[in-house]
């Protein structure tokens, strides 16, 4: 310290070549002291640094100054520090300490106590009620702004034998937010507790945070402080932080341990594990995952169970994870999928091989039921394999061959072969909301791969159904476990047995058998938008004949347009009539069916070409039809029986 006094009485000027704690640095000071009744006081900082903060050209006025042999006070001044800031400071010499209070609003109060000398160094700060927007400087940069909030606590470094550190903070009322509307939280209150001990050139600390009010939006995460608690044992220095022991306390969650290693320079995490104890799923989905998955086919799902995991980082990325689930489920809300109590273990290792161990109790594909399975899944890295797994389906089995899946760089690529037995064709329709069906399905199913959101079969997917076989090929499905699936398909249905499938439809019966086609067929949500379709009478001898009901339903769906003609008007009386031929095609673009038949007659087309005795003749004169109406008309047909008088 140097200290100069001018030959007048009336004024004396000290400099304070450098003040020095641990953590704060300020000089050149200059103070100008001019005498008076009380005396006045100018002071000049030329850089303040605190904590590695620099403030340049700092200037204070005192207008109620005191100086005595061993004590320099001042009891009313301002502090320009962008805005006038009222302050007040003692310094006794001898001490060498130093408070300084700083009172920025009414009931606001930042105060600082320094020992500088090197014998007991001290700095302490205490907050009472601070305007936590005053904090903005000291935050690193691109930090959302804050709003508003209060600070409460006091800050320690202690330099007496080793340096300590120490902290305990309240903050309530909080806010924030950026430009973006990314990151932003309301009315939080939180505290904090800190303790740290210097050892040579690093610091052993200890910390805890709870998380007691509030609401916090951090895209794309939304949650509410419930006393949510993290506590962590490491050290830190210049060059990184380490976490020896991490603990997060998630409320009804669970409980999750960590260690880490981070990279201060770098900006980077260098390792790090975690393990967890029991997590509730259905929380945890809700409040965690669901965020991360809205848009996707994992966006909507009833969850329960419990599961564990581990986590290793090394390096530039995720090394391993092993997660054990107990009694776990999840289900689609619009029952896409779902998966029922499964028990196992799900290891992965970015680099070496790892076999799942899993079984589940049974499922939903599509709204239809499988049940319990075992997956035999093998894993390297982001490549996954199943060898064959047969999957109780129904009363039948579906056996997938072959399942593999490439690296997702460009989105999940996967790809696998397999078989369907019979299956009853009751159950299936009663499972998927269909009118009740009878007879099997069963398929062959050659190659079936999915990229980029979308599922192709590679080759001809056969089904039997009706006692007759419907050939699939072309098939896409773009987006299947999205909102607003999509499928495309060409189909050829040969040798269809009409009297199981107008029994299943409770439409009458027809006796004989069918061949169709379907050309360029695309569903979007699985409705139909555009196909060109025609189903006629199957070559070969065969009985034909048509129930007296079955001719009213047709008539029916062909509204006021549509006659039948019979052989004689006493022929109303007969329950069934023979038929030589029926046909009936339908090219539907943008929500009309252009209709057609076996042959054309004027004015209208042929549905059914009577034959035998008795015989009738269906006709049809409406080229063009509206599809949901012909829909509705087929709806009404099957639940509410209409029937036509018939001529």
């Avoid at 945070?209 to 939006?217: C, P």
């Avoid at 029916?556 to 023979?578: D, H, K, M, W, Y």
Wanted: with cysteine; glycine share 10%; hydrophobic share 45%.
């Amino acid at each position: 310290m140097c200290l100069a006094a001018s030959q007048a009485a009336v004024e004396l000027s000290v400099t304070l070549a450098r003040l020095e704690a641990p953590g704060f640095l300020a000089g050149p000071v200059n103070i100008r002291l001019v005498e008076g009744a009380p005396a006045t006081l100018q002071i000049t900082v030329a850089e303040i640094s605190v904590q590695g903060h620099t403030f340049r050209n700092v200037s204070a006025a005192c207008s109620e100054f005191f100086w005595t042999q061993d004590r320099v006070e001042c009891r009313s001044g301002n502090i320009d520090l962008g805005t006038n800031v009222p302050f007040s400071f003692t310094y006794a010499l001898a001490q060498e300490s130093l408070e300084l209070a700083l009172r920025p609003a009414a009931k606001e109060a930042w105060i600082i106590r320094a020992r500088l000398g090197e014998r007991e160094p001290l700095l302490q700060l205490r907050i009472d009620n601070g305007a936590l927007s005053r904090l903005a400087p000291w935050l690193p940069k691109g930090w959302p702004t804050i709003n508003s909030g209060v600070l409460t606590g006091v800050i320690k470094l202690d330099g007496r034998e080793r340096d300590h550190l120490s902290a305990e903070l309240a903050v309530r009322d909080a806010a924030f937010s950026d430009a973006s509307g990314t990151h932003a939280a309301e009315k939080l209150g939180a505290s904090l507790e800190l303790t740290a001990q210097r050892k040579g050139a690093a610091w052993d600390y200890r910390a805890a945070l709870e998380w007691k009010a509030g609401e916090l939006f951090w895209q794309p995460l939304y949650l509410q402080g419930a006393g949510q608690r993290v506590s962590a044992v490491g050290t830190f220095d210049e060059k990184s932080i380490t976490i020896t022991q991490g603990r997060t306390q998630l409320g009804a969650v669970g409980e999750i341990r960590a260690s880490a290693n981070w990279d201060r320079r770098e900006g980077r995490l260098i390792s790090a594990d975690v393990e967890s104890g029991l997590l509730d799923a259905s929380i945890l989905y809700t409040q965690f995952l669901k965020p991360f998955f809205f848009g996707t086919a994992l966006g909507e799902l009833r969850a329960g169970g419990k599961a564990e995991l581990t986590a290793r980082w090394r390096g530039s990325g995720l090394e391993a994870i092993n997660v054990t689930v107990h009694d776990l489920s999840f289900e689609d809300a619009i029952r896409r999928f779902a998966v029922f109590g499964a028990e196992g273990r799900i290891p992965w290792h970015r680099s070496e091989e790892t076999a799942i161990e899993l079984e589940m109790k049974g499922g939903e594909l599509l709204r239809v039921p499988f049940g319990p399975v075992k997956l035999p899944l093998s894993m390297r890295g982001m490549r996954f394999r199943l060898d064959t797994v047969a999957v109780p389906l129904l009363d039948g089995t579906l056996t997938m061959r072959a399942f593999a899946t490439e690296p997702p760089e460009e989105g999940w690529r996967w790809a696998f072969r397999g078989g369907l037995s019979p299956v009853s064709m009751e159950r299936f329709t009663q499972a998927v909301g269909l009118p009740t069906m009878h007879g099997t399905i069963s398929a062959e199913i050659p190659r079936v791969a999915y990229s980029r959101s979308t599922l192709r079969v590679d080759g001809a997917l056969l089904l039997k159904v009706f006692d007759g076989t419907v050939m699939v090929n072309n098939l896409m499905l773009i987006e299947p476990f999205g909102k607003a699936p999509r499928i495309t398909a060409d189909l050829e249905a040969r040798r269809i047995d009409l009297d199981l499938l107008t029994r299943a439809l409770s439409f009458g019966s027809i006796t004989g058998r069918v061949d169709a086609t379907v050309k360029n067929l695309e569903l979007a949500n699985w409705r139909p938008v555009r196909f060109d379709a025609r189903i006629e009478s199957s070559e070969g001898d065969y009985r034909r004949k048509i129930s007296q009901r079955a001719v009213q339903n047709i008539t029916a769906l062909g509204g006021a347009s549509a006659s039948a003609a019979i052989q004689g008007t006493f022929l109303r009386f007969f329950r069934e009539f023979g038929y030589e031929k029926l046909g009936l095609s339908c090219k539907l673009e943008q929500g009309v069916c252009t209709m057609g038949g076996i042959e054309d007659v004027p004015g209208g087309y042929v549905i059914i070409k009577g034959g035998g005795i008795p015989a009738l003749s269906v006709l049809g004169y409406n080229r063009a039809v509206d599809w949901k109406e012909l829909v509705d008309r087929l709806q009404r047909v099957i639940q509410e029986n209409v029937r036509m008088i018939v001529q």
